[in-house]
């Protein structure tokens, strides 16, 4: 194996080739240097407009020319080349929205380049080709991705046990009978940079055992944990066990390092995150939440449906999921009592009254932003779903100054932008290891209320750079088994 030193310039030399990178251990500047040194320009590859954004400001940084490469996602340059060629590539879906329609692109994109047609384009565009995050590919993106290894010298990076996407009816890439055999293991990132910046040596080496114990499907044991990383047990009732994370969330303030925390919860269910945020609003913590917001899309379509009364109810219902100690239902009925003559709640809420007329009267953008912001702004009234309040917000602003026919519509704009711009968590966060994937943080708390795999678990205990608390049902246990190895059992 090569030593990280040499990694830019193996990355640059191997005609087909990959290299596995830990976590924490410079992938995003190895392929910086790569590009940097590389004699002629380089396709850069990845998963996520995040993630190719991440990558352009690495490059940015070591003042690599923007001539040397050009960053894509795959998706996006799939569907770019087998639209500029549609006759080669049978494109039947052009503007893809569902997963059946991506499958086609990447069919589309294969089919152009076993054609032949764009081999001249591309010999002449590109001197090689990196793919990062490959952990993150379907196979139907590895096809693509092998046709162009075929034509280009291809680097891919990624971590097998990093692979934590649900792809839902698409199937992941294996490492052992898909990666390996095509893109052979051609060196392994291993300086913990992450934790040797922070001046965690001591972190660093636990989690290389971590690693190691995971790697080989051992048993993760904690109670070999160094210092910075505490164990709390996890009751079995519901209610004790509650109190237990709370504990724990209310106990990381006082500890001796702050910075920025992260609490790791449920994978499975948003609302038992957001249940715990909205517990713990008061102190600042804030969840996280899918680009995609179902919850957020779902507000903006009733509003989108609604006029009068009912349109001023439904931003008292969308403020209640995202703001703690609204009293949503004593508000609902004072307004429907005073569109009835009568004064119910006129001293609690008569500070709003002239803002809910004002949206049962006109309806507006500027009388939705301005209930919204007031009611934000009440005594008593805490923040606990950060990034949906402020898409709201950034939503209605937008279709205010473009004029656009709906809030859903503003809502997929602002959405689309947050998928380029990345995501940039509160100081105190509550998220799942899918939502934090490739964050780091000073501090984490990881809640195994549920059984984690040991891709969760190591994606998990790699977000922190100062200090972990564990609260786990035990000390010792076996991580339950990925889905993919779990189907490959049952052959």
């Known amino acids: ?7 830019a310039r193996l990355a640059v030399s191997i005609r087909r080739g990959s290299i596995v990178a830990a976590a924490g251990c410079g992938k995003t500047e190895q392929i910086a240097l790569a590009v940097g040194i590389s004699d002629r320009r380089r396709l850069i590859l990845t998963h996520t407009h995040a993630g190719v954004d991440a990558l352009t400001k690495r490059l940015r940084k070591h003042q690599v020319a923007t001539a040397k490469y050009r960053i894509d996602t795959i998706a996006g340059w799939c569907l770019r080349f087998a639209a500029s060629f549609p006759q080669r590539s049978g494109l039947a879906a052009f503007a893809p929205a569902t997963s059946a329609h991506w499958d086609d692109v ?3 994109g294969a089919r152009l380049l076993d054609s032949g047609a764009v081999d001249g384009v591309l010999l002449a565009s590109y ?18 991705v092998s046709r162009l290894a075929n034509l280009l010298p291809t680097c891919v990076f990624g971590d097998p046990l990093q692979a934590i996407f649900d792809f839902g009816d698409q199937q992941p890439v294996d490492w052992d009978s898909d990666v390996f055999p095509l893109f052979e293991r051609s060196a392994e990132l291993l300086t913990p940079w992450r934790w040797k910046n922070a001046e965690n040596l001591e972190l660093a080496e636990w989690l290389q055992g971590v690693r190691t114990a995971l790697e080989n499907g051992n048993d993760l044991d904690l109670r070999s944990r160094p210092r910075c990383v505490t164990w709390t047990s996890l009751p079995a009732a519901a209610q004790r066990r509650q109190r237990a994370i709370v504990g724990e969330c209310l106990a990381s303030m006082r500890d001796p390092v702050q910075g920025s925390l992260i609490v790791i919860g449920d994978s499975t269910s948003e609302n038992r995150r957001s249940a ?3 517990k713990l609003a008061k102190q600042g913590f804030g969840n996280l939440e899918a680009i995609s917001c179902k919850t957020l899309y779902a507000a903006a379509k009733t509003i989108d449906r609604t006029t009068g009364l009912a349109r001023a109810k439904a931003i008292v219902d969308f403020g209640s999921k995202c703001l703690t100690g609204l009293e949503r239902a004593e508000l609902l009925k004072a307004l429907g009592a005073r569109q009835q003559g009568r004064r119910l709640g006129q001293a609690k809420f008569g500070s709003l009254f002239p803002l809910s007329d004002a949206v049962i009267s006109s309806g507006s953008e500027a009388s939705i932003l301005a209930l919204l912001q007031t009611l934000h702004d009440r005594p008593g009234v805490y923040l606990y779903r950060r990034e949906m309040f402020h898409a709201m917000r950034s939503a209605l602003q937008l279709k205010a100054t473009r004029q656009l026919a709906t ?8 959405q689309n932008r947050m998928r380029h711009a990345g995501r940039r968590p509160g100081n105190r ?5 899918l939502l934090v994937k490739g964050l780091e943080f000073e501090r984490a708390i990881i809640i195994a209320e549920d059984a984690m795999t040991r891709k969760d678990w190591y994606v ?4 922190a750079t100062t200090s972990i608390r ?4 035990a000390e010792r246990f076996l991580p339950s088994r990925d889905q993919i190895e779990r189907s490959r059992s049952a052959l």
């Not at 001197?127 to 693509?144: M, N, P, S």
């Not at 998990?460 to 977000?463: D, E, H, I, V």
Request: glycine share 6%; aromatic share 8%.
């Open 1 to 7: 194996m090569a030593n990280d030193d040499d990694i």
């Open 106 to 108: 990447y069919r589309a």
């Open 127 to 144: 001197g090689g080709c990196f793919v990062d995050e490959y952990q993150d590919c379907t196979k139907q993106q590895h096809q693509v």
């Open 276 to 278: 715990l945020a909205q």
């Open 407 to 414: 809030l859903s519509i503003a809502i997929w704009e602002v």
């Open 429 to 433: 966060s509550i998220g799942s290891t």
């Open 460 to 463: 998990a205990l790699t977000r």
């Open 470 to 473: 564990i609260i786990s049902p």
